[in-house]
Nanobody, 116 residues
Framework: QAQLVESGGGLVQPWGSLRLSCAAV????????MGWYRQAPGKERELVEV???????NYTDSVKGRFTISRDNSKDTVFLQMNILKPEDTAVYYC??????????WGQGTQVTVSS
């Protein structure tokens, strides 16, 4: 059974850093585009950053220059390095796997809170 397990969330002060990890189980990881989404209270879920099987990346403008997505196919894991965190980055962050013909999967989410 496919499963995505996020970790690394927590409470951090503004201007701080966090690194999120998402470990995939039960899928052929290297054949999936992987992404991070987030959902803040009262808002819709939005794309943060995605990395394709070819390692191309795309991100939302609000995280440009601050967040970096990467993947390690040998460990079936995708990462999101978040630097210069702002209060408006506070949200539940979700890992997402997508492969045409193989399906889509979501992780359970990890809370990131940026506050002094």
């Amino acid at each position: 059974q496919a499963q995505l397990v996020e970790s690394g969330g927590g409470l951090v002060q503004p201007w701080g850093s966090l690194r999120l990890s998402c470990a995939a189980v039960g899928i052929t990881f290297s054949r999936y585009d992987m992404g991070w989404y987030r959902q803040a209270p009262g808002k819709e879920r939005e794309l943060v950053e995605v990395i394709t099987i070819g390692r191309s990346t795309n991100y939302t403008d609000s995280v440009k220059g601050r967040f970096t997505i990467s993947r390690d196919n040998s460990k079936d894991t995708v990462f999101l390095q978040m630097n210069i965190l702002k209060p408006e980055d506070t949200a539940v962050y979700y890992c997402h796997a997508n492969s045409i013909g193989r399906g889509k999967y979501w992780g359970q989410g990890t809370q990131v809170t940026v506050s002094s």
